[in-house]
């Protein structure tokens, strides 16, 4: 656990603390009506999280209280959403209706004890005698039945007897309380419609506020966690559990602030709109912000966890940027995935000089990202490249091939155009160029000078891919209905060609394709025949990088263009600084973009690498931790120089730290400016590599952990992750990430 503890961590550890609690349990009870949005993510990952960080334990609870919209397929989609984010809930899915029985005792109990009656008011009248926030409401008179008839009421109505909405049980509490909740809350209706799971055993149902608190007690749940909407909810949850004067130990309920997005809806009653009126393909169309619809479009478990992490727990209402979300995606992805080459638009180019076919061998992953395996790129005469990488008349600071204009094919050699083919109609149909053969990538001795690489496909050999650009599903900030949805949402492209390997080799599901954005094999309509990618993300932000001019009022309508990748060009002097860095110093594309578009940032690493000639890791640091500091502050008030990072990084490069610990030592630098060794030393936070150390923290972690070992040996792989996690939490994050992971996969097996 991190040592920043969020408001309702801090409640739990009192409570175990004080001994109000034994055990720490927890639940998440969603209504199955509706397939998981995002936002039920966060209150997995807290409700689970949790009761994990102390040791106890999450129940899965389907609240099916409202027989008129369950279906079995919202439980299964719920039961996968906490599965696939990595949660395991205690015992078997758990039911609201597996208590109706007893709730129903109960109902009776509180009518025995004149705490409820039946009312016969029609709910208009219902809701007229409630009263106004400054006026007191008041109360029916079907309040003065006796307890006998009362009884007698709600016996008839569970038979059946009655119509929906003849009768309705009411708890007796005030007509005048300052809650408007607590004046006499509805308590069961008579609903006949055929449960799901009960069948039509029942004709009366209890409501939400009297079924909840009393399910949380029936499974001693510990802390009922739950978003803030329901505060006031909180008053009747009490006044069930103290009327009644269960046994203890009793439940509590705790609120915390429900995840808002911009450009995102979560209401399951608009989701279901979009879904039942064909505006989206289904509950897994990954333009939705379901779980389903994540997972379909590419996103991780990863990344959606990390964003609710960063997004926090509150206890106020606020609005988080989507951008934020797309970020964690990315920044999950960049050290995962291969690089691939896909050309979504192809413009056909005869190098006409070229003779013959070759295959290059080129790495899936660039120098920074320290993973293993290659392939073989088919080249010959006949290649493709994207429509938009030639212009024949381009703008000024327009840097890729141009009839006056060579450039760099990715990973091979330097063109030079010599003709342009166009149809009858004046489109450019194909480029004739001839090459360099003395610039190869990694032995070019041309001395030819470009300012950009482009991405290519062998015509022959490349495989014809349907590729789906999804982009955000509303084009307003604070969407409202369907007539905010983005017309350009979807994008379909059904022959684009992607180089072979992809196909053939299959290195993983998720790709980057090279200056195009992350990339999917969707599960659903995926085959070897018909291949089809979705598009996870772009490889940078730009929604963000909008005028605030182009905002407009909701029901105004501006057609977004259609976002691929980057929005604004790079003047000339930031496309050299791309290429410097991609080409000379073999940055990957994100470090090398986001250096080469901001000055500041640029000079600090230039500065830097002039005293440490590490450039992979000065990139690093400079773009994540330097940048976010230069986000608060100007330069001259850091309280860390440019040399200070520069041994920050040594300590990196020689493993005296680890990457994860010199963020720590960073954290330090930016609130003291004390010297990063000066840290280590003080600190105690030199790596620990020495494999016999490690080794006996290994064997404590197993010997802790028996049922997942033996999960793990039975074929459950995704384990791997939880022991090196378990051996790195115990030194503190002090073990060195790679001897950790190969001794573990050693023990193991």
């Not at 989206?280 to 379909?296: E, H, M, Q, S």
Request: aromatic residues 8%; proline residues 5%; glycine residues 6%.
């Amino acid at each position: 656990m991190s040592e920043r503890k969020d408001f309702l961590r801090t409640i739990v550890e009192a409570d175990l603390k004080s001994g109000k609690v034994k055990e720490v349990v927890t639940r998440f009870p969603p209504e199955p009506n509706g397939f998981p949005h995002i936002g039920h993510a966060k209150s997995i990952a807290i409700n689970f999280g949790i009761a994990r960080d102390y040791n106890g334990h999450c129940n899965l609870r389907m609240d099916d209280t409202n027989p008129t919209k369950e279906d079995t397929k919202y439980v299964q989609a719920l039961k996968d959403a906490v599965e696939w984010l990595g949660f395991e809930w205690e015992g078997n899915v758990r039911y609201t209706s597996d208590y109706f029985s007893q709730i129903h005792d109960y109902a009776v109990q509180l009518i025995k004890m004149g705490k409820a009656y039946v009312d016969s008011l029609p709910e208009d009248e219902i809701r007229e005698y409630r009263g106004t926030v400054k006026e007191a409401g008041k109360r029916s008179k079907y309040a003065e039945r006796t307890i006998e008839e009362n009884l007698d009421l709600f016996e008839r109505m569970k038979k059946g007897e009655f119509k929906d909405g003849e009768h309705i049980l009411r708890a007796k509490i005030d007509m005048s309380a300052a809650n408007m909740k607590l004046r006499d809350p509805l308590l069961y209706r008579i609903r006949h419609v055929e449960h799901f799971r009960a069948g039509n055993e029942w004709a009366v149902y209890p409501m939400y506020d009297f079924a909840h608190c009393l399910s949380d007690y029936i499974e001693g749940v510990s802390h009922s966690i739950c978003t803030l909407e329901f505060e006031n909810n909180r008053d009747i949850y009490n006044w069930v559990l103290e009327t009644l004067e269960l046994t203890p130990p009793r439940p509590y309920q705790y609120e915390f602030a429900r995840l808002g997005i911009n450009y995102t809806v979560m209401s399951k009653r608009k989701l279901l709109e979009l879904v039942d009126g064909g505006q989206v393909n289904g509950w897994d169309d990954p333009r939705l912000p379901t779980i389903a619809g994540y997972k379909r479009r590419g996103y991780t478990p990863e990344s959606i966890l990390a964003f609710c992490a960063s997004v926090g727990i509150a206890k106020a209402n606020s609005m988080v940027d989507v951008s934020q979300l797309e970020f964690c995606i990315r920044d999950d992805l960049n050290p995962k995935v291969p690089r691939v080459m896909c050309v979504l638009d192809p413009l056909k180019v005869t190098i006409v000089n070229y003779e013959g076919s070759e295959e290059i061998d080129s790495s899936y992953y660039p120098h920074d990202i320290p993973k293993e395996g290659s392939r073989k790129l088919p080249f010959s005469k006949n290649i493709c490249i994207e429509r938009d990488d030639f212009m024949e008349n381009p703008p000024k600071d327009y840097f890729r091939l141009t009839p006056e204009q060579s450039v760099r094919l990715k990973g091979a050699y330097i063109i030079t155009c010599k003709e342009v083919i166009k149809d009858a109609s004046g489109n450019v149909v194909e480029i004739k160029v001839e090459y360099s053969k003395e610039s190869k990538s990694g032995a070019d001795t041309s001395g030819i000078k470009v300012k950009s690489a482009i991405h290519w496909v062998d015509e022959n050999s490349a495989k014809e891919v349907e590729v789906r650009l999804y982009d955000r599903l509303y084009s307003v900030e604070a969407p409202e209905g369907i007539e905010d949805l983005n017309p350009d949402s979807l994008k379909v492209i059904k022959t684009a060609l992607i180089e072979p390997a992809v196909i053939d080799e299959k290195p993983d599901v998720r790709f980057q394709f090279e200056r195009q954005g992350y990339f999917y094999g969707d599960p659903v309509d995926y085959t070897d025949e018909k291949p089809v990618f979705n598009k996870i993300v772009g490889l940078k932000g730009s929604w963000d990088k909008k005028s605030k001019k182009t905002e407009t009022r909701p029901k105004e309508r501006v057609k977004k263009e259609q976002v691929d990748g980057e929005v604004v060009a790079m003047s000339q002097e930031q496309e050299a600084l791309f290429a410097k860095y991609t080409e000379e110093l073999q940055l990957n594309s994100e470090v090398s973009n986001t250096l080469a578009r901001d000055a500041q940032l640029s000079a600090f690493y230039e500065e830097a690498l002039s005293l440490l000639n590490s450039p992979v890791s000065l990139a690093n640091i400079v773009t994540n931790e330097v940048a976010r500091e230069l986000k608060q502050v100007a330069v001259e008030a850091l309280k860390f120089s440019v040399k200070d990072i520069t041994e920050l990084v040594k300590l990196i490069d020689d493993k005296t730290i680890s990457n994860k610990i010199a963020k720590q030592v960073f954290e330090e630098m930016v609130k003291s400016g004390t010297n990063p060794k000066q840290i280590v030393k003080d600190k105690g936070l030199v790596q620990i590599s020495d494999p016999a150390i490690i080794g006996t923290i290994i064997d404590e972690v197993i010997a802790k952990n028996p049922d997942n070992v033996e999960k793990f040996k039975a074929g459950n792989s995704k384990l791997l992750g939880f022991f090196v996690g378990q051996v790195l939490k115990a030194t503190g994050g002090k073990a060195n990430p790679q001897v950790v992971n190969q001794l573990v996969t050693q023990k193991l097996k």
